[in-house]
């Protein structure tokens, strides 16, 4: 994330180059000039020297209005940026809230049905299970006497099962 600075600075037109070396611009846009007029640039602090000089001021007095014009742009950018964004890029203050959904439509028609599928074939009967065996000694809470169950007749006494016969 970036932070911006709460004043404008100047930046550097040109960057400091070997001593007595021509000044010349780079493959990457930027000026090259001498450690001398570097080191003599970066010393000026004060423009007062052009404006009261009237050669220098009549000489430079068109270069003067448009780095004024370029100054009052970079603030008013500056302005903006910090405004719109705040001073900290990572809470910018142009996030703002998450605003409201749309209304939703009217819902559709529900589809028709679709058709009954047919119905599978019944299948064949199994074959009959095998006859079980006779049994003997099952409890049925007590009874005693005879059931017919089927062809077999089943003998009780005191609740067991005594006899199955066919």
Do not use: C
Not at 134 to 158: L, M, Q, R
């Amino acid at each position: 994330m970036a932070n911006i600075d709460d004043n404008i600075r100047g930046k550097k037109l040109f960057k400091e180059g070997s001593s007595k070396q021509f000044a010349s611009k780079g493959s990457d846009g930027e000026y090259t000039v001498s450690k001398e007029i570097s080191d003599d640039l970066s010393s000026l602090t004060d423009i007062s020297e052009v404006y009261n000089d009237d050669g220098l001021y009549q000489y430079n007095r068109f270069a003067l209005r448009q780095i004024e014009d370029i100054r009052q742009d970079v603030e008013d950018l500056h302005a903006f940026i910090k405004d719109a964004f705040g001073k900290d890029s990572s809470s910018a203050a142009s996030q703002g809230a998450k605003g409201n959904t749309g209304a939703q439509g009217p819902k559709g028609d529900t589809g028709a049905t679709g058709a009954t599928g047919p119905q599978g074939a019944t299948g064949a009967t199994g074959p009959a299970g095998a006859d079980g065996k006779d049994g003997s000694n099952a409890s049925v809470s007590g009874f005693s006497g005879s059931k017919s169950v089927g062809k077999e007749t089943w003998t009780f006494e005191n609740g067991l099962l005594n006899s199955v016969k066919k």
